[in-house]
């Protein structure tokens, strides 16, 4: 299967701070990423998906601004946490797809547990 | 509005049992349905993909089967051992972007 790295796997910050999230595909490329946030004993909640060399597509009730998308390269998005505050802290987890597999299936990241304090 | 709904939402067994694990969605139109593991702190790790013209697909000791027009997709473990404990999660794709997960099943195995 197809591997998707995302890193860090864990982060603390200090309210008011921005953090910075990476994911890439290892082995091929993803022209779309999608960005889901996890709370505990919850399941997945897609915030946005973002296509390479385009501006993401946010889900109702994502702030867009709070939460900044780029996807720079076919192996790379990153999402920015900014100003972040103690109701952000979650688990934070991105999906890739291979643009090259017809069957639509979905690889996932090893998720960023963010804590801000 | 597409719902996935996990039942059990936890279950217990002990070692070398075969057990079931259920999801039903209530919008039949899904493009396919995934069976993903978590294990705690961890990403999704994907199990099986059942395309929505398929009835069943079987890895190893797990087989998954789909029943889109009753909206029902179950997956069987057969001879569960203890690493098998984790949470099983169930999604649909209702579209190009948008996967629906299931509130999950958290699964123990005790030796």
């Known amino acids: 299967g197809a591997v998707v790295s995302q890193h860090p796997s864990w982060v603390i910050c200090k309210s008011g701070t921005s953090v910075k999230i990476e994911c890439r595909s290892l082995?091929?490329?993803?022209?779309?990423m999608f960005w889901y946030r996890q709370f505990p004993k919850q399941s997945l909640m897609l915030m946005a998906t973002s296509n390479e060399g385009s501006k993401a597509t946010y889900e109702q009730g994502v702030e867009k601004d709070k939460f900044l998308i780029n996807h720079a390269s076919l192996t790379l998005s990153t999402l920015t946490v900014t100003s972040a505050h103690p109701e952000d802290s979650s688990f934070y987890i991105c999906?890739?797809?291979?643009?090259?597999?017809?069957?639509?299936?979905?690889?996932f990241g090893q998720g960023t547990r963010l804590t801000v304090v | 509005k597409q719902e996935v709904t996990q039942i059990p939402a936890a279950l217990s067994v002990p070692e070398g049992e075969n057990l079931v694990l259920n999801c039903s969605f209530t919008d039949s139109a899904i493009y396919n349905l995934q069976w993903f593991r978590q294990d705690p702190g961890k990403g999704l790790t994907s199990l099986l993909l059942?395309?929505?013209?398929?009835r069943e697909q079987t890895s190893g000791r797990l087989n998954a089967s789909l029943d889109k027009s009753s909206g029902r997709s179950t997956l069987y473990i057969a001879a569960s051992q203890p690493g098998d404990s984790a949470t099983y999660l169930c999604?649909?794709?209702?579209?190009?972007?948008?996967?629906?997960f299931g509130t999950g099943t958290r699964l123990l195995v005790s030796p």
């Open positions: 059942i395309q929505s013209s398929q």
């Open positions: 082995d091929f490329q993803a022209t779309t």
């Open positions: 999906s890739a797809r291979d643009a090259n597999r017809a069957n639509t299936e979905a690889f």
């Open positions: 999604a649909v794709r209702v579209s190009f972007q948008k996967l629906v």
